[in-house]
């Protein structure tokens, strides 16, 4: 059976916690609309003929397929996560995830350079390229976390 996505969309959301950095990755979830689903993680392929969609509403509980990039750290710090994606001139796409201690021009430096290293891994092209990047400046006393995710639609 081939499971291959039509559409997909972009969450992306932040969170602090004074409990934990499981607490705050799950209000980055929650701020991203995504922390009622069940999220399965995928490499980094997207089908010919996808295309980019609103976000959607699915089930509490849903099984969904994700690229996901995410950042988590401690008071004073700013982190930042995110995800770069193209077409190739070969119809289908390719996604790369990022994050980094800092802020998002330094994950952007770093997303562009793994695209371009994916590219020309397989000899192709990127003919149209997006990206999205969440970034926190997290309070003193507090856990923070970031997430950008592309979630699949079957």
């Given at each position: 059976m081939e499971?291959?996505?039509k ?11 004074k409990i ?14 995504i922390?009622q689903y069940?999220?399965?993680?995928v490499?980094?392929?997207i089908?010919?003929?996808?295309e ?8 509490p509980?849903a099984?969904?397929f ?12 700013i ?5 770069k994606?193209?077409f190739?001139?070969?119809?289908y ?7 980094s201690e800092?802020p998002?021009?330094r ?18 092209e990127?003919?149209?390229?997006e990206?999205e ?10 856990y ?5 995710a592309?979630i699949f639609?079957?």
């Amino acid at each position: 059976m081939e499971l291959k996505p039509k559409k997909f969309y972009i969450a992306k959301g932040k969170g602090t916690s004074k409990i934990s950095e499981i607490n705050a990755f799950d209000r980055a979830l929650h701020d991203a609309g995504i922390s009622q689903y069940n999220l399965v993680p995928v490499s980094s392929m997207i089908p010919m003929g996808a295309e980019r969609v609103e976000p959607i509403t699915l089930d509490p509980g849903a099984i969904v397929f994700t690229v996901m990039a995410h950042k988590s750290g401690g008071g004073g710090k700013i982190i930042s996560a995110g995800l770069k994606w193209g077409f190739t001139n070969k119809g289908y796409g390719m996604v790369v995830e990022g994050c980094s201690e800092g802020p998002r021009e330094r994950t952007q430096r770093k997303l562009d350079l793994m695209l371009e290293d994916m590219a020309a891994t397989r000899g192709v092209e990127v003919v149209k390229e997006e990206m999205e990047i969440e970034e926190v400046k997290i309070p003193l006393g507090y856990y923070g976390s970031v997430i950008v995710a592309m979630i699949f639609i079957l």
